[in-house]
Every structure is written in structure tokens, then in C-alpha cells.
């Protein structure tokens, strides 16, 4: 029940194009929804959350869309940039949990030139 | 301001010896984190602190594991013995609190290779 599902594992886009990665949770408790961003060889960075009380969040070219019906949030990207290829990361924590995040298994970025 | 600062970068021991992992979290930050990234997969939590006091250490394989935090600054982890499979790059992280309106911010990691 704690699991969040992503996917997908890899992802390549051309230069411009929009990235799409999908993320769905289980724990209806799940209140907050981060998105992460990771190049190698270093953490994991906040890109953009959301919280479930509203559908939509954006963010310069990132978008978090929300569907708390069907317990389903997405990352888009538009306007993919070289820049943008790394690895992405869903997360979720609850109410109460003093912020203990539960990631996704990540989707690796590349966005081709 | 500065970022978590984590120690070594790279570590590799042989399986059964032990290794000790240090971190030192952003100013102010009264929560610290330790999660454990295998390749391929999303960061898992192994413990959390609120100052020095352990918040959730559930998830911490206690019979090989441990972890500190003195004076509620910097914290340290260490394995013994090792085991194969926790080769892993090890993470720590930081927070002002544990609300929401408080990001967790990551340091770059202990890449710790177990042969």
C-alpha cells in the first residue's frame, strides 16, 4: 500500500518535444506529491509538488497534472531541452509522516539534440 | 547557502568489513535523513532524526546497521559487516521541519561498492 508505480523506466524525446512520465500510488493517505530530478554522480533535487487539493501545478515548463480519482499524477516537460535529460522521480508522503518520502523506481531522461 | 556536505564520495570494502558514512546537514535543519539508493531503483529511507532523536528508524536493518546524530548537526552511519547487496549509493538529506512547507534538500551521495 505504500508503493508509488512509475513509468516508464526510459524515456527518449527529441529537442523540443513533450515528456510525459506517469506515476500512480496505492495509500489513499498520500498528501503531497514531489517530483525529483537527478544527474549522475549527484542527489536527487525538488523540481516541482503538489498537493491533492488542486488538479494542475506549473512550474516555468514543468507540470504536475493531479487525478486523485484515479490516484494517477504526471510530470510533463515541454519544450524538452538537452539540459533536461537525468533522471526522474515521483514521490509521495502522508499525512503524519514527518515527510518520509516513498519514490517511484525513476524514469531515465534523454532528450536528444 | 552551503548544501549537505556527505563523506566519502566512494568507498569500497570487502563483504564483512565495516564502513562508516558521514554527513553534515544545510544550517538550521533540524531533520536529517539517511536513504539508500540501489542502482536502478527510487531512494528508500532508512532513518530519521529530528534533532538528535530518531523519528523512524523501521526500516533500518538494525543487525548490521546504526546510526547517530550528535548534538543534533551532523550524523553519521556505519555498516558491519557488509553484505554484498548493500552496495548502494547512500544518501542524506535535511529539512528545516518535517512539514510540508519544508523541501527535503539531498547531498550528492556515498557511493559505497561492497566486493
Known amino acids: 500500500q505504500q508503493q508509488v508505480k512509475q513509468s516508464p523506466q526510459s524515456l527518449i524525446v527529441q529537442k523540443g518535444g513533450i515528456s510525459i512520465i506517469n506515476c500512480a500510488y496505492e495509500?489513499?493517505?498520500?498528501?503531497?506529491f514531489p517530483w525529483y530530478q537527478q544527474f549522475p554522480g549527484k542527489g536527487p533535487a525538488l523540481l516541482i509538488a503538489?498537493?491533492?487539493?488542486?488538479s494542475e501545478k506549473k512550474e516555468g515548463r514543468f507540470t504536475i497534472s493531479f487525478n486523485k480519482s484515479a490516484k494517477q499524477f504526471s510530470l510533463h516537460i515541454m519544450d524538452s531541452q538537452p539540459g533536461d535529460s537525468a533522471t526522474y522521480f515521483c514521490a509521495a508522503s502522508r499525512v503524519g509522516s514527518a515527510r518520509q518520502l516513498t519514490f517511484g523506481s525513476g524514469t531515465q531522461l534523454t532528450v536528444l539534440p | 547557502e552551503a548544501g549537505v556536505a556527505q563523506s566519502p564520495r566512494y568507498k569500497i570494502i570487502e563483504k564483512r568489513q565495516s564502513v562508516a558514512f558521514w554527513c553534515n546537514p544545510i544550517s538550521g535543519h533540524a531533520t536529517l535523513y539517511w536513504y539508500q539508493q540501489i542502482l536502478g531503483q527510487g531512494p528508500k529511507l532508512l532513518i530519521q532524526?529530528?534533532?538528535?532523536?530518531?523519528?523512524?528508524d523501521s526500516q533500518l536493518p538494525k543487525d548490521r546497521f546504526s546510526a547517530e546524530r550528535l548534538k543534533g548537526v551532523d550524523s553519521t552511519l556505519k555498516i558491519q559487516p557488509a553484505k554484498l547487496e548493500d552496495s548502494a549509493v547512500y544518501l542524506c538529506?535535511?529539512?528545516?521541519?518535517?512539514?510540508?512547507?519544508?523541501?527535503?534538500?539531498f547531498g550528492n551521495g556515498t557511493r559505497l561498492t561492497v566486493t
Open positions: 503538489i498537493r491533492p487539493d488542486v
Open positions: 495509500n489513499t493517505a498520500f498528501d503531497y
Open positions: 532524526f529530528q534533532n538528535n532523536g530518531v523519528v523512524d
Open positions: 538529506a535535511s529539512s528545516l521541519g518535517g512539514g510540508v512547507s519544508s523541501p527535503l534538500h
